[in-house]
């Protein structure tokens, strides 16, 4: 992460029917071809989408160019648990894992205080040590990345205390940051700055997700977990909300604006929230002009 700045990327989740399934392969086949230094896939809370996403990560490594990240996370897990996983991924030759604690499972009976890993920091030391047993084929280990979140976490509203705890992370071990999405690029560019006064110094990488519906919109409040939408893109929307193609432009015209500005101001890496589907991610890289970094074949997936 630190030798090639910027990075561009993209994030993936697991499909759960054969349909979703179609979509998303075909977005691999689409997105191939850009060579992103990295894309990622999400997991499941309560084990929902668990053995998708390793089954995922495995064919994305052995049947395409792309270098998969997978998520893992904290939740409803075991140091036994976590450690097969990370020999299954040894094995497979993944070089990255994003450490996250995880959200709550909406649709499970859960009780926290049964997991053996209570916060992110404490998954980012379990990995280190892994990496230290030698059990990677890498002598490095897995790299760690841990998340970000320019607006604040919804679930520490001091920031302060926010800071310390990403302080504490990479201190504890991670090499790499990845925002959760935001529309206001002062938002992003004001953590990165309490960060280097807080001495974290590794590279913070922006999430982006352009809004291609209204729908779409709707569905990033709350997944984003209090996102704040900038009065300029509400105007925006606001103005074309029944005319879904203009909705798309409306969109993707603001997320290319934002990269820009993300840009000149010198970001380490640009990850893109694709929601499985290319089309406003293709757009987006095509109109910033950003070289590939080399050819590559069409993908079997």
Same mark, same amino acid.
């Given at each position: 992460m630190r030798g090639d700045s910027p990075t561009f990327s993209f994030e993936f989740f697991p499909p759960k029917t054969p349909p979703a399934a179609e979509i998303l392969y075909q977005t691999i086949r689409d997105l191939e071809s850009y060579m992103p230094h990295f894309v990622s896939v999400? #997991? $499941?809370?309560? $084990?929902?989408?668990?053995?998708?996403?390793?089954d995922l990560v495995e064919?994305?490594?052995?049947?395409?160019?792309?270098?998969?990240? !997978?998520?893992?996370t904290c939740i409803c897990h075991n140091e036994d648990e976590i450690e097969a996983i990370l020999l299954r991924y040894a094995r497979s030759a993944i070089g990255n894992i994003l450490a996250l604690g995880g959200d709550r499972p909406r649709d499970i009976p859960y009780d926290k205080s049964r997991d053996s890993f209570q916060h992110a920091i404490d998954l980012v030391k379990f990995i280190r040590r892994f990496n230290e047993s030698d059990a990677h084929p890498d002598r490095r280990g897995f790299g760690i990345g841990v998340?970000?979140?320019?607006?604040?976490? !919804?679930?520490?509203?001091?920031?302060? /205390?926010?800071?310390?705890? %990403?302080? *504490?992370? /990479?201190?504890?071990? *991670?090499? #790499?940051? /990845?925002?959760?999405?935001?529309?206001?690029?002062?938002?992003? %560019?004001?953590?990165?700055?309490?960060?280097?006064?807080?001495?974290?110094h590794i590279p913070i990488i922006a999430g982006i997700m352009p809004v291609t519906s209204m729908s779409g919109f709707k569905r990033i409040a709350d997944l984003a977990g209090g996102a704040r939408f900038p009065a300029k893109l509400l105007r925006a929307l606001q103005r074309c909300e029944n005319d879904p193609e203009a909705v798309r432009r409306v969109g993707v015209h603001f997320a290319l604006e934002q990269c820009h500005d993300l840009l000149d101001n010198n970001v380490a890496g640009i990850h893109f929230y694709t929601l499985n589907r290319s089309d406003a991610t293709r757009v987006i890289f095509d109109s910033l002009g950003i070289p590939r970094r080399q050819s590559a074949q069409v993908p079997t997936v």
């Open positions: 999400t #997991y $499941g809370a309560g $084990g929902s989408t668990r053995d998708l996403t390793h064919r994305i490594q052995h049947s395409t160019k792309l270098d998969p990240i !997978p998520h893992l998340a970000g979140f320019p607006e604040g976490h !919804p679930a520490t509203p001091n920031r302060l /205390v926010e800071m310390d705890h %990403l302080k *504490a992370k /990479v201190d504890a071990g *991670a090499d #790499y940051i /990845v925002t959760q999405l935001f529309f206001d690029n002062r938002d992003f %560019l004001d953590f990165r700055e309490r960060c280097a006064l807080a001495d974290i």
